[in-house]
């Protein structure tokens, strides 16, 4: 298992440019999550999906877009990058404990994409 | 505004010292969980807390759900520089929501 993988990982960009993070998972989870993470801050919710076909806001979605037309991938859009949309991007997915059986679920996160915007 | 609410920011300790790091928040949450993350990774769950007053060990490190389910705290006892790291908390919020702290960034010196 390869678990959740993110390309690219380090991406430049310059203003008004648009580009796609990608996000794939091999664990057959239902629910995906798309973080962002200012240097020295906690993660804040970009999107989320619950399901292939289904997508929902999460705090700081202005900016972005996604679709989850399979249960392994749920891309992130940027359409206009700006430079504070400069921050490292993770993905995660969310499924039962691999090691335990736990009664709440767990995420998984990739190893993120570090995104400049100038 | 913050929902959740950690402290210290940061912490720089010697090896063989104790440490406790808070999350705090005004809201009552069904679940929280601690997640360490280092340098150019992602996050890593060490626990999840459910009940209020529940206590949960992982090794060295002690963790606490309040009785109200508003606040937890982590508590590290002669810590490693192994331990070095980002410590985020995180609360699920109906049922599919994550949000985290701000985290408390952890250094332990040999």
């Known amino acids: 298992n390869a678990g959740v993988t993110q390309t690219p990982k380090f991406r430049i960009l310059k203003i008004g440019q648009s580009m796609t993070l990608q996000c794939t998972q091999d664990?057959?989870?239902?629910?995906m999550y798309w973080y962002r993470q200012d240097p020295g801050m906690g993660l804040k919710l970009i999107y989320y999906?619950?399901?292939?076909?289904?997508?929902d806001k999460g705090e700081v979605p202005n900016g972005y877009n996604v679709s989850r037309s399979t249960t392994e991938d749920f891309p992130l859009r940027l359409e206009l990058a700006a430079p504070s949309q400069t921050s490292v991007y993770f993905c995660?997915?969310?499924?039962?404990?691999?090691?335990?059986?736990?009664?709440?679920?767990?995420?998984?996160f990739g190893p993120g994409t570090r995104l400049t915007v100038l | 505004t913050q929902l959740l609410e950690q402290s210290p920011q940061f912490l720089s300790i010697q090896e063989g010292e104790n440490l406790t790091v808070y999350c705090n928040s005004s809201?009552?949450?069904?679940?929280l969980q601690w997640y360490r993350q280092e340098p150019g990774e992602g996050p890593v769950l060490l626990v999840t807390?459910?009940?209020?007053?529940e206590v949960k060990k992982l090794k060295r490190l002690t963790f606490q759900f309040g009785d109200a389910r508003k606040d937890s705290s982590l508590h590290i006892t002669a810590a490693q520089p192994g331990d070095t790291g980002l410590y985020l908390c995180?609360?699920?919020?109906?049922?599919?929501?994550?949000?985290f702290g701000s985290g408390t960034k952890l250094n332990v010196k040999p």
């Open positions: 995660a997915s969310r499924g039962r404990d691999r090691a335990i059986s736990l009664s709440t679920d767990t995420q998984y």
């Open positions: 664990m057959n989870h239902n629910y």
């Open positions: 999906s619950v399901g292939a076909g289904i997508t």
């Open positions: 809201s009552v949450f069904s679940s």
């Open positions: 807390v459910v009940t209020g007053g």
């Open positions: 995180a609360a699920i919020y109906n049922f599919n929501k994550f949000y």
